[in-house]
């Protein structure tokens, strides 16, 4: 039961610094645009980029005291703070890709900035919930914010499409949540995952109850993660949207998505295993399959990487169900549960870390290829001689495409080596083949890409927009794609200590 708690601000204040900074860098920001009346608007940038530095500095040199913040409601620990980082690091650089195309064009956005921080607010409160309301009054911060991102083009029709769609879907969502939800607290008698963690365990849980209420929470999670069949505004939303939201929301979105879903089904084990872990395969499959089909059809960039998005999903949903698997098992696979939840977590930590990199490198490049202001480079058959034209961008792209196939050096090649061996450890093998199945498919959609931009001479309305800083940022990160493809040991093992931080 819910119980009125009096909250030690003064103690809990370090850990809290971040999610102030952030939100009072939100509304700074909005009063700088206010009271700083300048044509270009590069100041929001820099000052944007600034909070997020600020708030990942005071992870790292303030004093880490582990545990609940404010009465219960979010928890504090190494894997909020490896989540706060990953969105921070994604806000830093759509923040640059969206200034060099503002610069460019001469058209700027200055609401953007505030709904970006805002945007990645609610993703930090997402990601740290410890409660039912603190997931929902995440969830809706990031999703209100971004539903203006993508829909606030003015004069963009597609742009105000998308942003309606995205809205109305959302809205469904959101409905499903929060009565899947009220189901949970029905079940637990209070809304903190302590309360639910307990009820799960006293006596025999009502498994209707139980079962109701995680499916409809699994809808609203689902429609954020892009898992088929909630996909329904992914490849509109991503085409309506400016390239460099697009980005955003393909990584930061799905990123904290999965970060409350990872938390949500240690949780509700074993109970969720039993009643959800057939459904859920069926829909990892699904969503797999149907990604990765659709894409290959796909004639627009966007679209097609909307499609390869979804597909992404079903490769880390695997991952969730090597995590259920124990409880399908019987007591030899009970036995093993810690060492395959370990080996699938950590997986998980690292394929969204490479998948971040590999898409926000593709967006990068896609957002400045058009030749001026509303011209978004979607057409496939446009990126003719590419390789010839911008030899850098070319090549950037062509590392993100590669990774994103899964093609070895890249870091796309171990995560999904890292996330498929995991599955094979939990003994779901036949979901493992399906998986390498479906990333041989996708293979074709890629590299039909690099054939245009390296094999075909470039055509009079070949794209051939320019902009050096997001070039460069993109490059770095196509860098890192091959450096963590390279010697990716380290940085495995830091996801695995990571993992083991989680707690309720």
Known sequence: MNEFQVTNLAAETGALLPYLVVACGGLLVMLFDAFVRTLKKDHLSYLTILVLSVAVLLQFIGEKSDGPLLSGMLLASDFTRFFNFVFAAIGVVTTIFATGIFDRD??????????????????????????????????????????????????????SEAGFKYLILGGFSSAFLLMGMALIYGFAGGTGFADIARA????????????????????????????VPFHMWTPDVYDGAPSYVTGFMATGIKAAGFAILIRFAILMQPQLGF?????????????????NLVALAQSNIKRMLAWS???????????????????????????????????????????LIGYSLMNLAAFGIINILGRGQGDEATDISRFAGLSRTQPVAAATLAVALLSLAGIPPMVGFMAKFYLFSAVVEAGLIPLAIIGVINSLISVYYYLRLLVVMYMKEPAEDSYAGREMVSVMMSSVLALIIIVLGVVPDAFHRMALIIFRQIRF
């Open 106 to 159: 001469g058209r700027y956005r200055p609401e953007f900035y505030p709904l970006l921080l805002f945007t990645i607010l609610g993703m930090m409160v997402l990601a740290a919930a410890n409660d039912l309301m603190a997931v929902f009054l995440g969830l809706e911060t990031m999703s209100l914010a971004t539903y203006i991102m993508v829909g606030g083009v003015r004069g963009d029709v597609r742009s």
């Open 200 to 227: 799960m365990t006293a006596g025999q849980p009502d498994h209707l109850l139980v079962g109701l209420g995680t499916g409809l929470m699994l809808v609203g999670f689902g429609f954020k993660v892009a898992l």
């Open 275 to 291: 009643a959800w872990y057939p459904v859920l395969a069926a829909l990892a499959v699904l969503t797999m399959s149907m990604g």
């Open 309 to 351: 998005s979804v597909a992404h999903a079903g490769y880390l949903m695997l991952g969730i169900l090597a995590l259920l698997s124990p409880t399908q098992g019987g007591s030899q696979a009970m036995m093993s549960s810690q060492a395959i939840g370990e080996s699938a977590g950590s997986a998980m930590l690292f394929y």
